[in-house]
Structures are given as structure tokens and as C-alpha cells.
């Protein structure tokens, strides 16, 4: 029997039963706003399709399946959070929204959980390849998303993460642990961009900032629960996106196409790590992109009270 085996790391045990329902509503939202997101792609290229045949004569309707099967009136409780899907819900809306189904199943709410012990962190870490782990929190911290964009658009990545601090924490490699926190921070941040899980974006970053991130701390900084601070910071990347991609169609004089998720990484990649990055008033490149316009100028002010990193006071003797 492995020494991890039934063993919880402290602070990961101090949650409570209301964190446990916090990550399953959390889990149920962003489910729903996956498989609704996909379900307008799957819709909006079912037009596409019809509009380009030669059965224009034909009237075009949408056909009722998978998520728009769902009441308006059952979707808003699941987008809520608030009521949770039956595994034949889930496979049935995968049928057009397969995404939806790998967010419900993602590893990561498992690793979240205060009855998930550390024999299950260690699992996950090896799944994902301890030194490929090792080389995405590298690249992040170096400023070279780049390198590893197709590991920050699912949630994979975001759970090994996790799992690896709470190891990290349960073996007092809090120096370590730090690092690996900054590496996650990027990673909740880059969901932020991500359009099928920009909704839920804040509530994630509030249930993993609760459970792994807060407290973590190297002998200047210390990680805060930040939960104004990343909804400015979240809600100014998305709308830098859209406006990006909205300039990008009026040049083509027509509706352009989506960005790529690597444009989208690449685009958001000093943002991202200037925000994830302590030792620093703000980096030039991310205080750039605040100064511009009155909405950012109320970005900043948020940020101010609500920094994501604080000073460590020294010590008492």
C-alpha cells in the first residue's frame, strides 16, 4: 500500500461539506455553459451548411436535440448550478457537445475534493506525466505559453496542477508549491479567454483559489483569495477578445473568423503573466494594457484592493 493512500493533506482537509457543494455546483455550471456553447457552434454551422446548398428553396429549422431538448426552464438551473444532470443527460447533450462531457468527467474535481486522498494526487500527476508537468509549469513561468497552448484549453492540465500542490504542500515544498501556484493562476486565467468556459471562469477561480491557492506562500509573497481581483482582471481580457476579433471582422467587411486558440494564448500571454507574477508594482507590459481606457482605469483600482499577491511581513524574533 502506498504511503499516500487514505491520506488528505491539511489544508485540503479543513474544507467543509459546503466546499464539497460548492465544487458540484461549480462542476454542473460549467457543464452547462460547455454543452450550451457548443450547442450554438454545432447550430451556427448546421446554417453555414444549409446556406451554402443548393435546398435554399427549402425552409431551414433546428432540430431539437441534445441541449436544445432541454426547457429553458431545466437549463437555468443547471447553468445555476443549482440542479445537476443525470448521466443519460450528460450523454445525450455530448451527442453535439462532446467537450461538455470531458469538462463534467475532468479529473480536476476529483483532485478538489477533501475525500480525495494524495495516493490519488500522485496518480494523477503520473497520468499526466510528472515531467511534462514539470515542463508546462517551466514554460509558464518563463512566459512561453506558446510552447504548451494545447495543454491550457481543457481542464487535464488545471488538475494535475492542482494535485501537484497539494503533494507539494502535504511534503512542505511550499517554495515549490508557490511556483506551481503561479503556473495555475495562468491556467485559470487562460479559461478566462477561453470561450467555452468564460462564464464560469470566476467560479472556478474562486472554488480552486479557496481550496489550493490561498495561503500558499515563499518567503516575500503570499497568495490572496483574489476573487474581485481576477473577475476585473477576467472580465477585461474577454472584452480586449471580442473587441480584437470584432476589429478584426469590420477590416474584412465581413464577420471574420474565430481565433485560434493558439492566436488567443499568444495574444493574452504577458497579460496573463504579468498578473500571475509577483516581485513586481506591475509589469510594464500588463500596466500598458490597463492605462488604456476608463474601463481599465476601473480595472486597476480593483486590482489595488484586491491584489492577487500580498507582502509577507518579516518575522518576530
Given at each position: 500500500m502506498s504511503r499516500f493512500s487514505g491520506i488528505v493533506d491539511k489544508k485540503t482537509a479543513e474544507q467543509g461539506p459546503a466546499y464539497v457543494r460548492e465544487i458540484r455546483q461549480v462542476r454542473t455550471a460549467l457543464w452547462a455553459a460547455v454543452a450550451q456553447a457548443e450547442h450554438v457552434a454545432w447550430q451556427i454551422a448546421l446554417r453555414r451548411k444549409f446556406l451554402s446548398s443548393n435546398t435554399r428553396s427549402e425552409k431551414f429549422s433546428l432540430p431539437c436535440e441534445g441541449w436544445s431538448a432541454i426547457s429553458e426552464l431545466r437549463r437555468k438551473p443547471y447553468l445555476e448550478g443549482t440542479r445537476h444532470p443525470h448521466e443519460q443527460t450528460i450523454e445525450v447533450v455530448a451527442n453535439h457537445a462532446p467537450v461538455s462531457r470531458k469538462a463534467f468527467y475532468s479529473v480536476l474535481w476529483q483532485v478538489l475534493s477533501p475525500q480525495t486522498d494524495l495516493q490519488t494526487c500522485m496518480n494523477t500527476v503520473f497520468a499526466f506525466d510528472d515531467e511534462k508537468l514539470d515542463a508546462l509549469v517551466s514554460n509558464l513561468l518563463l512566459g512561453q505559453a506558446h510552447n504548451v497552448a494545447e495543454h491550457l484549453v481543457d481542464l487535464r492540465a488545471t488538475g494535475a496542477l492542482v494535485a501537484y500542490i497539494r503533494l507539494l504542500g502535504h511534503e512542505r515544498n511550499y517554495v515549490r508549491a508557490f511556483e506551481v501556484g503561479c503556473a495555475l493562476t495562468q491556467s485559470l486565467c487562460y479559461h478566462a479567454v477561453n470561450p467555452l468556459f468564460v462564464t464560469v471562469a470566476p467560479r472556478l477561480w474562486n472554488v480552486v483559489s479557496k481550496g489550493v491557492l490561498e495561503g500558499l506562500q515563499n518567503s516575500q509573497f503570499r497568495f490572496s483569495r483574489c476573487s474581485d481581483g481576477f473577475q476585473y482582471f477576467s472580465d477585461t481580457l474577454w472584452a480586449?477578445?471580442?473587441?480584437?476579433?470584432?476589429?478584426?471582422?469590420?477590416?474584412?467587411?465581413?464577420?471574420?473568423?474565430?481565433?485560434?486558440?493558439?492566436?488567443?494564448?499568444?495574444?493574452?500571454?504577458?497579460?496573463?503573466?504579468?498578473?500571475?507574477?509577483?516581485?513586481?508594482?506591475?509589469?510594464?507590459?500588463?500596466?500598458?494594457?490597463?492605462?488604456?481606457?476608463?474601463?481599465?482605469?476601473?480595472?486597476?483600482?480593483?486590482?489595488?484592493?484586491?491584489?492577487?499577491?500580498?507582502?509577507?511581513?518579516?518575522?518576530?524574533?
Amino acid at each position: 500500500m502506498s504511503r499516500f493512500s487514505g491520506i488528505v493533506d491539511k489544508k485540503t482537509a479543513e474544507q467543509g461539506p459546503a466546499y464539497v457543494r460548492e465544487i458540484r455546483q461549480v462542476r454542473t455550471a460549467l457543464w452547462a455553459a460547455v454543452a450550451q456553447a457548443e450547442h450554438v457552434a454545432w447550430q451556427i454551422a448546421l446554417r453555414r451548411k444549409f446556406l451554402s446548398s443548393n435546398t435554399r428553396s427549402e425552409k431551414f429549422s433546428l432540430p431539437c436535440e441534445g441541449w436544445s431538448a432541454i426547457s429553458e426552464l431545466r437549463r437555468k438551473p443547471y447553468l445555476e448550478g443549482t440542479r445537476h444532470p443525470h448521466e443519460q443527460t450528460i450523454e445525450v447533450v455530448a451527442n453535439h457537445a462532446p467537450v461538455s462531457r470531458k469538462a463534467f468527467y475532468s479529473v480536476l474535481w476529483q483532485v478538489l475534493s477533501p475525500q480525495t486522498d494524495l495516493q490519488t494526487c500522485m496518480n494523477t500527476v503520473f497520468a499526466f506525466d510528472d515531467e511534462k508537468l514539470d515542463a508546462l509549469v517551466s514554460n509558464l513561468l518563463l512566459g512561453q505559453a506558446h510552447n504548451v497552448a494545447e495543454h491550457l484549453v481543457d481542464l487535464r492540465a488545471t488538475g494535475a496542477l492542482v494535485a501537484y500542490i497539494r503533494l507539494l504542500g502535504h511534503e512542505r515544498n511550499y517554495v515549490r508549491a508557490f511556483e506551481v501556484g503561479c503556473a495555475l493562476t495562468q491556467s485559470l486565467c487562460y479559461h478566462a479567454v477561453n470561450p467555452l468556459f468564460v462564464t464560469v471562469a470566476p467560479r472556478l477561480w474562486n472554488v480552486v483559489s479557496k481550496g489550493v491557492l490561498e495561503g500558499l506562500q515563499n518567503s516575500q509573497f503570499r497568495f490572496s483569495r483574489c476573487s474581485d481581483g481576477f473577475q476585473y482582471f477576467s472580465d477585461t481580457l474577454w472584452a480586449r477578445l471580442t473587441s480584437a476579433e470584432a476589429l478584426y471582422g469590420v477590416h474584412r467587411l465581413a464577420a471574420g473568423p474565430k481565433f485560434r486558440w493558439e492566436t488567443i494564448v499568444d495574444m493574452n500571454c504577458e497579460c496573463i503573466r504579468g498578473f500571475a507574477t509577483p516581485g513586481h508594482d506591475r509589469p510594464d507590459l500588463l500596466q500598458s494594457f490597463l492605462d488604456v481606457g476608463s474601463a481599465n482605469r476601473h480595472l486597476v483600482s480593483g486590482l489595488d484592493k484586491d491584489p492577487l499577491f500580498r507582502s509577507v511581513g518579516p518575522k518576530r524574533l
